[in-house]
């Protein structure tokens, strides 16, 4: 089964929590605090292997989650890290931020890595809040929770020439011809509904070829197998446009040649400058060379190869000139696109933002934002003297304040992340 867009889950390890605890040895009056710090979470780590094709796997397991790091311990003992999580995935993903719809990273060569989802740091334990003014805290956090996202995984194959043209053109034949590879073959539209990758042996200039599902007018829309199939034009160094010469189904194939070519623009702006080869297919039918001089007089520029997939009529000298061609186009043709992405997708931890909002959910003021629902998560609140150092720190940032100015009174119910509290004077 081939399988090139999937939606699934990440979510990094939580860290471990930081513990409170003392030191009781004999003869040690007053040992102070021992608690130990949390160890962080582990990572979720995308890895390309060259070994797999699809994203088949990620059809049966949609949730990926690394372990939590081990809690702090007494005499000062910090608890272990956790141990990454690496998923394997084919040469040519995507990864998208299905809530932002931006692109996280670009994964393209074996052995290539990047952090999908990172992992929280562990929790301090109440060694790390001893100071001259209290000297034996009650107080620890609870570990950070790790990076949870939902993101798009897209396969845009890798191959060094892909054919493209209107549906039953011939490409599938012409791909089943020159490499070991079986295509589905039959006479009607849309045999193709999948990729298919062959290899070409021409020695030192051997290549790989993509037989790819055929295309309509409004593909860019997504029409037909649209979006499908233009996915992996992208990747191709050299495109190889096939043309049914003998217009079969009643097609003109000068018109055939311009839509297909417009379509490939409108996609992707830079597949106007991609090379392409023209191929008139069918050559052996009638009508096609009657057809052909009328293309030639309307595209003189154009140089074109007269071949019959099914006769092999002038395959072989086509495979010729696409190898000598290849030749002259530099390989980093394939991942231009992705050189733009990989300066800008470079995982880095970033300051939280302070601000917070405040909302009515009925009689409840909701206070919402990035770094006060993270201080709620990570605050231990059984304990009274953490709870107070949360109060403290809401009032230090002006969270207190803010509720007063939207109308909150003595009683009145506050909920920020899953926690509901009642607001005190």
Do not use: C, W
């Amino acid at each position: 089964m081939f399988v090139d867009q999937v939606k699934i889950y990440v979510k990094g390890g939580d860290g471990g929590n930081g513990a409170v605890s003392f030191r009781r040895e004999k003869y040690v009056p007053l040992g102070g605090p021992a608690g130990g710090d949390g160890g962080r979470g582990g990572d979720v780590i995308f890895v390309v292997d060259e070994g797999l094709r699809t994203l088949v796997d990620f059809r049966y397991q949609k949730h990926f989650k690394a372990p939590r790091g081990e809690h702090g311990r007494n005499k000062s003992q910090h608890g272990a890290g956790a141990e990454d999580m690496y998923v394997r995935v084919p040469p040519g993903t995507t990864v998208i931020d299905d809530d932002t719809k931006e692109v996280i990273v670009d994964l393209i060569e074996h052995g290539q890595s990047a952090v999908i989802s990172k992992g929280g740091r562990g929790g301090r334990g109440n060694i790390r809040f001893a100071n001259a003014s209290n000297p034996a805290p009650h107080i620890s956090e609870n570990g950070e929770p790790g990076q949870e996202r939902y993101i798009m995984m897209e396969l845009k194959l890798i191959a060094d020439v892909g054919l493209v043209g209107y549906p039953s053109v011939g490409k599938s034949t012409l791909l089943s011809s020159v490499t070991a590879a079986k295509p589905k073959i039959a006479a009607y539209h849309f045999t193709t509904l999948t990729p298919n990758l062959g290899v070409v042996d021409l020695g030192e200039n051997s290549f790989v070829m993509a037989d790819l599902p055929g295309l309509i007018e409004g593909a860019h829309e997504g029409v037909g197998l649209g979006h499908q199939f233009l996915r992996h034009v992208e990747r191709t160094r050299l495109i190889v446009h096939v043309i049914d010469m003998a217009g079969v189904d009643g097609r003109d194939p000068y018109e055939d040649y311009l839509q297909i070519n417009r379509e490939l623009v409108l996609y992707n702006l830079k597949l106007e400058d991609r090379p392409q080869i023209v191929v008139a297919n069918k050559m052996d039918l009638p009508e096609a060379a009657e057809n052909l001089q009328r293309f030639k007089e309307k595209l003189p520029d154009v140089q074109v190869y007269e071949i019959s997939s099914a006769t092999r009529q002038g395959v072989q000298e086509l495979m010729y000139a696409i190898g000598d061609l290849l030749a002259t186009i530099p390989e980093k043709t394939t991942v231009e696109e992705v050189m733009e992405v990989e300066e800008r997708v470079v995982f880095r931890a970033e300051k939280e933002p302070d601000g917070f909002e405040i909302t009515k959910d009925n009689e409840v003021f909701v206070v919402s934002g990035e770094k006060i629902e993270k201080l709620v998560r990570m605050t231990n609140l059984n304990s009274y003297d953490s709870a107070q150092r949360f109060a403290r720190q809401m009032r230090g940032m002006g969270v207190d304040e803010a509720l007063r100015k939207h109308g909150a009174k003595d009683g009145d119910t506050v909920r920020i992340g899953k926690l509901e509290f009642d607001f005190v004077e």
